[in-house]
C-alpha cells in the first residue's frame, strides 16, 4: 500500500513537470530586457522565447515576432528546441506508460508486466528530466556570460525570464518522479532475487514411493 501511494504521489510530480516543460517550451520569456529609456512612459520590455520574440510597451500594446528561420538562431536555441520538445515528447510518453503499470490501475496485466511499465515510465521521466535540464542550463549560461561581458552594451544584455525557471523546476520534477518509480520497481525485483518463492512439492519421490506401492500389490 505504501509503495502504491509513493508511486501515486509521483505520478502527481510528473503530471506538473509535464505542464511545466510544455509551458516553459511556449513561453516568449526565456531571456528578458527591460529598457525604461528617457521616461516611463517610452518604457519596454523585450523578450526572447524559442518560438517568437515579443515586445511589451508600457501603454498596453503588445506585439510578436515568430522565428521562421532556424538555421540564422544562435546554437544553443537549435539545441534548446530539439532537447525541450524531446522532453515534452517523452514525459508525455511516460505519462502514459506509468498509467497502465501502477499499482493502483487494474490496467497492464500480470504485476510483473505493470512492474516492467513503471520501471519503463520511470526511465522515460529520467531522460525527459536531462533533456530539460540540459537547455535550461545552457540558456543561463549564456545570459550570466552575456550580462558580465564588458563589450557588451547595456542595451542588449539580457537577464533570465521566466520560462527558464519553469524549465529548471519541471526538470527537477520529472527527475523526482522517475527515480521513485525506478526504485519502487527495483526493490520488488530486489526482494524476489533474495526470498525466491520455496517448492513444497518432491515430484520424483511421490513417483518412486507410488511405484514401490504398485511393486506390493503384484506380490
Known amino acids: 500500500m505504501a509503495s502504491a501511494s509513493l508511486q501515486f504521489f509521483a505520478f502527481i510530480l510528473a503530471l506538473f513537470g509535464v505542464f511545466g516543460d510544455i509551458t516553459a517550451t511556449l513561453l516568449p520569456n526565456w531571456?528578458?530586457?527591460?529598457?525604461v529609456g528617457s521616461n516611463i512612459i517610452t518604457a519596454i520590455t523585450q523578450m526572447q522565447g524559442?518560438?517568437?520574440?515579443?515586445?511589451?510597451?508600457?501603454?498596453?500594446?503588445?506585439?510578436?515576432?515568430?522565428?521562421?528561420?532556424i538555421l540564422s538562431l544562435p546554437i544553443y536555441i537549435q539545441a534548446a528546441r530539439t532537447t525541450m520538445v524531446l522532453s515534452c515528447i517523452l514525459s508525455a510518453f511516460g505519462i502514459c506508460i506509468t498509467?497502465?503499470?501502477?499499482?493502483?490501475?487494474?490496467?497492464?496485466?500480470?504485476?510483473?508486466?505493470?512492474?516492467?511499465?513503471?520501471f519503463a515510465g520511470g526511465v522515460c521521466f529520467i531522460i525527459a528530466g536531462i533533456c530539460g535540464l540540459v537547455p535550461t542550463s545552457w540558456h543561463m549560461r549564456e545570459?550570466?556570460?552575456?550580462?558580465?561581458?564588458q563589450t557588451i552594451p547595456e542595451s542588449s544584455k539580457h537577464e533570465p525570464g521566466g520560462a527558464?525557471?519553469?524549465?529548471f523546476i519541471s526538470a527537477g520534477l520529472l527527475l523526482i518522479a522517475g527515480v521513485i518509480f525506478c526504485t519502487s520497481c527495483l526493490k520488488k525485483q530486489h526482494g524476489a532475487w533474495i526470498y525466491p518463492s520455496k517448492q513444497h512439492?518432491?515430484?520424483?519421490?511421490?513417483?518412486?514411493?507410488?511405484?514401490?506401492?504398485?511393486?506390493k500389490d503384484y506380490v
Open 143 to 149: 545570459i550570466i556570460s552575456n550580462f558580465l561581458d
Open 50 to 69: 524559442l518560438w517568437m520574440d515579443c515586445t511589451w510597451y508600457s501603454t498596453g500594446m503588445f506585439s510578436c515576432t515568430l522565428k521562421y528561420s
Open 31 to 35: 531571456k528578458v530586457n527591460a529598457d
Open 164 to 167: 527558464v525557471y519553469t524549465g
Open 99 to 118: 498509467t497502465v503499470g501502477m499499482k493502483c490501475t487494474k490496467l497492464g496485466g500480470d504485476p510483473d508486466s505493470k512492474s516492467h511499465a513503471c
Open 201 to 215: 512439492q518432491f515430484p520424483s519421490t511421490e513417483q518412486e514411493s507410488n511405484a514401490g506401492y504398485d511393486l
